[in-house]
């Protein structure tokens, strides 16, 4: 089986922080990103740039990936949407999948969107059906799948019921994400098996915040359970400024080069996506979370014997 990495960082590693980036940066750091290899591209999310400056220039950066030359061959280019308005927005740049979702948990979903789970539901599933109307790719999660930082345990039949509503609609691509960081390994592939038991020729993906260190464990739970999409940032960034306790997510250079261990992924060029890390590290002045950016990799790149 072989994953595909997905990488946030540019939407959430970055949403949370409160140095605005330089838009020439960004488009740096997704140049190599896309030299690295790697699968998939989260630019940033349509949003309102008054309560979210970090994604102002979210247009801007689709807008130049979509220039002839300059859109990547192999690297699908994702954009986070939050209501019709933002769809027509990613619509009119160039955006190749959405990402769309709702939470599980009541609680965060109000204070991420201002509206119950419901509503948010009701919401969405226009958005998807637009948006494949319009030949993209979608991608709907669920939000807080494994806990929440407010109302502790998440009920597993109402992440299913979730994505029932979602597979009723054509929606086939379903991310699960742990929003508070709650998962654990068993919990994963339970939850996981529980999906494929509704549609076993879903595609699944995963999105793993690293709050109490369960990270890249959960990341090997879920592919035990068929997840062949992992999603992560790189040097660690990240975190959602709705939940109770922000924390980043797995990290990028650390999956990549847990990957590489066992054998997977030996085309990634993970010297680029340390790279990457360090700059960021530099640009906001402090230690990121990442392993392999402080330890350095004990495997080499695209085959060859250099190590890092």
């Given at each position: 089986?072989?994953v595909?990495?997905?990488?946030?960082g540019?939407?959430d590693?970055?949403?949370?922080e409160k140095?605005i980036?330089?838009?020439?940066?960004?488009?740096?750091?997704?140049e190599?990103?896309?030299?690295?290899?790697?699968?998939?591209?989260?630019?940033g999310s349509?949003v309102h740039?008054?309560?979210v400056?970090?994604?102002?220039d979210?247009?801007?950066l689709?807008?130049?990936?979509s220039?002839?030359g300059?859109n990547?061959?192999?690297?699908?280019?994702?954009?986070?949407?939050?209501?019709?308005?933002g769809?027509?927005?990613g619509?009119?740049?160039?955006?190749?999948?959405?990402?769309m979702?709702?939470?599980a948990?009541?609680?965060?979903?109000?204070k991420?969107?201002?509206a119950?789970t419901?509503d948010a539901?009701?919401?969405?599933?226009?958005?998807?059906k637009?948006?494949?109307?319009?030949?993209?790719r979608?991608q709907?999660?669920?939000q807080s799948?494994f806990?929440?930082?407010?109302?502790?345990v998440?009920?597993?039949?109402?992440v299913?019921?979730?994505?029932?509503?979602?597979?009723e609609?054509?929606v086939?691509?379903i991310s699960?994400?742990?929003?508070?960081?709650?998962?654990?390994?068993?919990?994963?592939?339970?939850?996981?098996?529980?999906i494929?038991?509704v549609?076993?020729?879903?595609?699944?993906?995963?999105?793993?915040?690293?709050?109490?260190g369960?990270g890249?464990?959960?990341?090997y739970?879920?592919?035990?359970a068929?997840v062949t999409h992992?999603?992560?940032a790189?040097?660690g960034?990240?975190?959602?400024p709705?939940?109770?306790?922000?924390?980043?997510?797995?990290?990028?250079?650390?999956?990549?080069?847990?990957?590489?261990?066992?054998?997977?992924?030996?085309?990634?060029?993970l010297?680029?996506?340390i790279?990457?890390a360090r700059?960021?590290?530099?640009?906001?002045?402090?230690?990121?979370?990442g392993?392999?950016?402080?330890?350095?990799?004990?495997?080499?790149f695209?085959?060859?014997?250099?190590?890092?």
């Amino acid at each position: 089986m072989e994953v595909r990495i997905h990488d946030v960082g540019l939407r959430d590693g970055l949403q949370i922080e409160k140095q605005i980036v330089p838009t020439e940066k960004k488009i740096a750091w997704a140049e190599a990103l896309i030299r690295s290899g790697i699968d998939g591209i989260q630019l940033g999310s349509f949003v309102h740039p008054a309560k979210v400056p970090q994604m102002a220039d979210t247009d801007k950066l689709f807008a130049y990936f979509s220039q002839p030359g300059r859109n990547p061959e192999r690297t699908i280019l994702s954009g986070l949407v939050l209501n019709e308005k933002g769809l027509d927005r990613g619509l009119s740049c160039g955006v190749q999948m959405f990402c769309m979702g709702v939470s599980a948990s009541e609680t965060h979903s109000r204070k991420n969107v201002g509206a119950g789970t419901e509503d948010a539901i009701k919401q969405i599933v226009p958005m998807a059906k637009k948006a494949l109307a319009a030949g993209k790719r979608v991608q709907a999660s669920v939000q807080s799948a494994f806990g929440c930082g407010f109302e502790g345990v998440i009920p597993p039949e109402r992440v299913v019921g979730i994505v029932k509503r979602y597979l009723e609609v054509g929606v086939t691509n379903i991310s699960l994400a742990d929003t508070a960081g709650h998962a654990n390994p068993p919990q994963v592939e339970a939850l996981f098996a529980a999906i494929r038991e509704v549609d076993p020729s879903v595609e699944l993906a995963c999105h793993f915040h690293n709050t109490f260190g369960l990270g890249l464990a959960n990341c090997y739970a879920a592919m035990r359970a068929g997840v062949t999409h992992l999603e992560s940032a790189f040097g660690g960034l990240g975190g959602c400024p709705f939940t109770k306790a922000a924390a980043g997510n797995v990290c990028t250079e650390d999956l990549v080069h847990s990957l590489q261990r066992m054998g997977m992924r030996l085309d990634l060029r993970l010297d680029l996506l340390i790279d990457i890390a360090r700059e960021a590290g530099q640009l906001f002045c402090r230690d990121l979370p990442g392993f392999i950016l402080k330890s350095g990799s004990i495997v080499g790149f695209s085959g060859s014997a250099k190590e890092q």
